[in-house]
């Protein structure tokens, strides 16, 4: 079996048996460690397996020809992305990832037509899916883990709180906030900080839901949202946020984007890009992601947007990098997905549930072992905007959480 040359290489922590298409049951072992066991069904994936494992292994779990014996899918994933975290890559892998880095320029290639037809690949599928796995205000980024003993509602709370900190709001402020999901973040800072909110989506079904909580909670006068991509938006603003957003920008459109900020930015304004990314070197988005998931997404190095925001001018006041904080999101996410499977399938299909198991799975384990991270970059026109320490950020925090406190009754806003 072609596909055992890739696990001999790999598998240097615990035991891994794979039984393949005839029934042959091989083992791969290591160190003391975890045990998991995984069956192929369709002799193909012998060598689908070796050549091309980043698009195969999804595409077998959602068919049904690779299933887990011995625990679940997760259990398989984070064995396989613990274990590449103490070797070097195959070399095949290391030629199948240079040759598609080659293209990732052409597959993020997206113009405002383009980028309107991913989204609504994603994000317009029923609001009941995400009502099953998401906290009660559908914040779909990374929560803010101030305490692992957390919940996801508080965590969430906490990412908007940390956000509205850093953005340094005054009442009657205008922000924009690119990507603005359903409305959750706008509504929060409105709230809580009496600031006017212009929220930008390319998502109907996200609109739809956004304009009716504003119209439910008599925000429609402080806050708007509209179907419009951030290269239409014209005016200029005190504050400008983006929340999960800049994933689905494309590198190729990387100096647009911080152009467009610079010209939406007043002189004295401040903007805070909250964007998964990658501590290595660029390279391609996953290929099984890119296909199912987020269709012209892609997470970028560090290095990749400094280099686009030095060309504009803009000042970077401050950068963040939220290690384990979407590990431990995607972990409730997945465990709320899990217990609530029977539902999913009744919006979809068992298939569809298969894919969104590996899709929460693969992207947990890509946090815990793999150079996925979140930066929070902060950015100004002037370098004397801000205060001269972090200091404010915490003391702006502690303001927000006993101000939701006592606005709630000492629980969580919703």
């Not at 625990?71 to 103490?86: H, K, R, V």
């Not at 095949?92 to 037809?117: K, T, Y």
């Not at 009716?212 to 603003?237: K, N, P, W």
């Amino acid at each position: 079996m072609l596909f055992a040359r890739l696990l001999k290489h790999i598998v240097n922590s615990g035991r891994l048996t794979v039984i393949d298409a005839g029934g042959k049951e091989h083992t791969f072992a290591g160190t003391t460690g975890p045990s998991v066991a995984i069956r192929l069904h369709d002799k193909a994936l012998h060598w689908k397996l070796f050549f091309n494992p980043e698009l195969y292994l999804g595409e077998a779990y959602m068919d049904g020809t690779l299933t887990v014996e011995d625990g679940e899918i997760y259990d398989f994933l984070q064995f396989a992305t613990s274990n590449m975290e103490n070797v070097p890559t195959h070399p095949v892998m290391e030629w199948m990832g240079r040759l598609d880095s080659l293209f990732r320029r052409f597959q993020q290639f997206n113009p405002i037509s383009r980028a309107r037809r991913n989204v609504a690949h994603h994000y317009d599928l029923s609001g009941e899916l995400y009502d099953l796995f998401l906290d009660r205000d559908r914040q779909y980024s990374c929560g803010y883990f101030t305490d692992l003993a957390a919940d996801l509602e508080t965590a969430q709370l906490d990412k908007k709180r940390h956000i509205a900190a850093k953005l340094m709001l005054k009442p009657d402020m205008e922000v924009l906030d690119i990507g603005c999901g359903w409305g959750g973040l706008a509504l929060y800072l409105a709230e809580a900080a009496g600031v006017k909110v212009t929220g930008l989506t390319l998502s109907e079904e996200q609109l739809a839901v956004a304009r009716e909580r504003a119209r439910r909670r008599g925000l429609e006068d402080r806050v708007s949202f509209h179907l419009r991509d951030y290269r239409e938006q014209t005016g200029t603003f005190d504050r400008i946020v983006s929340v999960g957003m800049f994933e689905h920008v494309g590198v190729s459109h990387y100096g647009t984007y911080f152009g467009a900020v610079k010209g939406l930015l007043n002189e004295n304004g401040v903007a805070l890009i909250h964007t998964i990314g990658r501590t290595g070197v660029p390279r391609a988005t996953n290929r099984w992601i890119r296909k199912y998931i987020f269709p012209g997404g892609y997470i970028p190095a560090l290095s990749e947007m400094m280099t686009n925001i030095e060309g504009t001018g803009l000042v970077t006041s401050d950068v963040e990098v939220l290690r384990l904080h979407y590990a431990e999101t995607l972990k409730h996410w997945r465990a709320r997905f899990a217990a609530n499977r029977d539902k999913a399938r009744d919006i979809y299909d068992e298939r569809f549930c298969r894919m969104w198991e590996f899709y929460l799975a693969a992207s947990e384990v890509s946090f815990r072992h793999m150079d996925n991270v979140v930066f929070q970059v902060q950015l100004t026109r002037k370098r004397d905007t801000l205060p001269l320490t972090r200091d404010y950020i915490t003391e702006w925090e502690e303001r927000l959480r006993h101000e939701d406190k006592n606005a709630t009754g000492g629980g969580a806003a919703a």
